[in-house]
């Protein structure tokens, strides 16, 4: 079993900032692609950064600039910190990761729960 717990979410003000933190648990043995997206209210999910185990990012031209996607490999970690913060980056922030359980062998995209990022003055 794989989960995903993230931390990091609440209110700021315009121009804040924040930092969010995404850790897997269980075992694992091995993950490829960490992100993060964003969901709001009636919109879809979006990917708002990538990172690949070997450092490749890809980051949405929305928040390229204002947001940065690091990892640690070791602590199967992936973190976004989210600089110049605007209302329209309100939205739940989701984590993901490709993890190889031990249990299956196989490929899976596992989600976090979700935190809340709400930027209001």
């Known amino acids: 079993q794989v989960q995903l717990v993230e931390s990091g979410g609440g209110l700021v003000q315009p121009g804040g900032s924040l930092r969010l933190s995404c850790k897997a648990a269980?075992?694992?043995?091995?993950?490829?692609?960490m992100g993060w997206y964003r969901q709001g209210p009636g919109n879809q999910r979006d990917l708002v950064a990538a990172?690949?185990?070997?450092?490749?990012?890809n980051v949405a031209d929305s928040v390229k600039g204002r947001f940065t996607i690091s990892r640690d490999n070791v602590e199967n970690a992936v973190y976004l910190q989210m600089n110049s913060l605007k209302p329209e980056d309100t939205a739940a922030y989701y984590c993901?990761?490709?993890?190889?359980?031990?249990?299956?062998?196989?490929?899976?995209?596992?989600w976090g729960q979700g935190t809340q990022v709400t930027v209001s003055s």
């Open positions: 993901s990761a490709d993890c190889v359980p031990v249990a299956t062998g196989r490929r899976f995209r596992y």
């Open positions: 990172i690949t185990s070997d450092g490749s990012t």
């Open positions: 269980g075992s694992i043995l091995s993950i490829d692609v």
